[in-house]
């Protein structure tokens, strides 16, 4: 079996001992930016050498980088060349703008592509967009990473698309999920075989009946989970069992609304520092549920795996006509030294929302935690105190029971 390179089957030891030596590195190029003045001007970078030093930085979010950027365009002050120094800038809906380099596999997606076994001598029809967004340009910069030729496709006309890729020789398909197997049904109509054998997709849900669909037709499909600001985070590899984070990114996962990491295996939100030199994004909140998987992949890459896209963590939910976050659920359990999880669930009863706070805690302080509920929820609700450890670790801070139908 051939690996991209060698540190995909680093030991542990040999990772760690790495990142002792780049983390301070991206820290120190960070706090010298002004995006992140006021957030690390106390930071030593020095002693930021492991993911549990790490974990003690604020979290970054998306709305913080719009934020900025809508005072210092493009970047916000968080890339460390001017916008010229840049070969792409590329505009996400908020809006948002990232930045994008010509330098060899500055997305970090041909790990993804090697993995899948896509390399010289492969022709990638990639039919991710070329427009404002750099879906398509992350997935090209990939396919040259690993020597494959590409065709830019896009979406729309797809008979042309057909006619493309059996002219060309496609080989190979990057897209959607779902958008290949409208390829190969328009191709069935017009007679045509493909010569598809591997998909690598993202950007959307795939099903398992969609990957079946395509096995009983020849093609492996693979999915990736990697977003506009941070390029590739993480890759399914032919073992299929999890996602491989990329080695050039640390991922954490934290409970919804704070920094704080959960235990290995409970579900929580995907926060992620790149190590990427031009754009430093430093606990960058996605917004995106996953967990940690235990182990490592059959397949010989030794970094972490997890689940893959598990949902949205922004649960903030309007209850009686005010929004409730998770932030402040945070701010509850942090108030009580012995409160280790609490839950705030939302119902309805003869047409009236109802707001139920489960806390697992200490029973006798009942009214106590009523109080906080009503300080720091700016709600009145129902309080239940259940034993430590009863509480779903599914990532939910806030559950929503309403039906809208």
Not at 32 to 53: C, F, K, N, R
Not at 82 to 108: K, L, N
Not at 172 to 194: C, F, R, S, V, W
Not at 258 to 265: K, M, S
């Amino acid at each position: 079996m051939s690996f991209f390179d060698d540190l995909e089957t680093r030991s542990t030891d040999a990772r760690a001992a790495d990142l002792t030596h780049a983390l301070p590195e991206q820290i120190a190029r960070a706090k010298g930016l002004s995006g992140y003045a006021g957030t690390l001007d106390s930071v030593d970078p020095t002693q930021i050498t492991s993911i549990e030093a790490l974990a003690a930085l604020p979290v970054l979010r998306k709305s913080e980088l719009g934020k900025a950027q809508a005072v210092s365009a493009p970047f916000g002050g968080f890339t460390t060349k001017p916008a010229h120094g840049f070969s792409h800038v590329f505009q996400s809906p908020g809006p948002i703008y990232e930045p994008s380099s010509t330098d060899p596999d500055w997305w970090r997606m041909g790990r993804f592509l090697h993995a899948m076994g896509i390399g010289e001598g492969d022709i990638v029809h990639n039919c991710f967009g070329y427009h404002l967004t750099p879906a398509g340009m992350i997935f090209e910069s990939g396919a040259r990473a690993v020597g494959a030729a590409v065709l830019p496709a896009g979406t729309g006309q797809t008979e042309l698309q057909v006619i493309a890729a059996r002219d060309i020789g496609s080989t190979a398909y990057a897209g959607t999920p779902d958008y290949l197997k409208i390829i190969l049904e328009k191709a069935d109509e017009m007679g045509i075989t493909l010569g598809i054998t591997r998909a690598a997709v993202g950007g959307g849900a795939l099903f398992p009946s969609l990957r079946a669909w395509y096995t009983e037709r020849g093609i492996t499909c693979l999915q990736c989970y990697a977003t506009a600001d941070l390029g590739n985070i993480a890759y399914e590899s032919p073992a299929a069992e999890g996602m491989i984070v990329d080695e050039n990114v640390i991922v954490e996962i934290v409970t919804p609304g704070t920094g704080i990491p959960v235990a290995e295996g409970e579900v929580g939100e995907v926060v992620v520092t790149t190590l990427n030199p031009d754009y430093p994004l430093i606990r960058f909140a996605t917004g995106d549920l996953s967990a940690v998987l235990p182990g490592q992949s059959p397949c010989g890459r030794t970094n972490m795996r997890i689940k893959g896209w598990m949902g949205r963590a922004d649960q903030t939910t309007k209850i009686k006509g005010m929004f409730v976050r998770p932030e402040q659920v945070a701010q509850l359990v942090a108030h009580h030294s012995e409160i280790t999880r609490a839950r705030v669930i939302a119902t309805r009863e003869a047409e009236q929302d109802v707001m139920t706070v489960m806390i697992e805690g200490d029973a006798s302080n009942t009214d106590v935690y009523a109080e906080s509920v009503s300080q720091l929820l700016k709600l009145k609700g129902r309080l239940e105190v259940v034993a430590s450890g009863s509480l779903p670790k599914d990532g939910l801070v806030i559950e929503d029971k309403r039906t809208y139908d």
